[in-house]
């Protein structure tokens, strides 16, 4: 039904930026939030920032905001995260997340998935 494809990771060091992008295809007319997940080596996967269709309502994990900036472009069916001052605790492969409703911070609570792209932040 969706597909979601990540792209954009790399090694970088300390404080450099860094674009992701997500390529979204076939039914992506219901994917109202789109979101940003990481996991890093070890750890669970955790939520980075969501946003609603419009792009109006954005939410943010406390670890990136002020750093992080989440956007779509809907014509385009392409979801961005502009990262910025990036650090070594930055490191994981980001995913890319598709659900139904906004709000959610839970894994559990999208619905597709991207396969991830590797993000590291040497120091």
């Known amino acids: 039904q969706v597909q979601l494809v990540e792209s954009g990771g790399g090694f970088v060091q300390a404080g450099d930026s860094l674009r992701l992008s997500c390529t979204a295809s076939g039914r992506t007319s219901i994917l109202y939030t789109m979101a940003w997940f990481r996991q890093a080596p070890g750890k669970e996967r955790e939520f980075v920032t969501a946003i609603n269709w419009s792009g109006r309502s954005t939410t943010y994990a406390e670890s990136v905001k002020g750093r992080f900036t989440i956007s779509r472009d809907n014509a385009k069916n392409m979801i961005y995260l502009q990262m910025t001052s990036l650090k070594a605790a930055d490191t994981a492969v980001y995913y890319c997340?598709?659900?139904?409703?906004?709000?959610?911070?839970?894994?559990?609570?999208?619905?597709?998935w991207g396969q991830g792209t590797q993000v590291t932040v040497s120091s």
């Open positions: 997340a598709g659900g139904l409703t906004y709000g959610a911070t839970e894994s559990t609570s999208y619905n597709y």
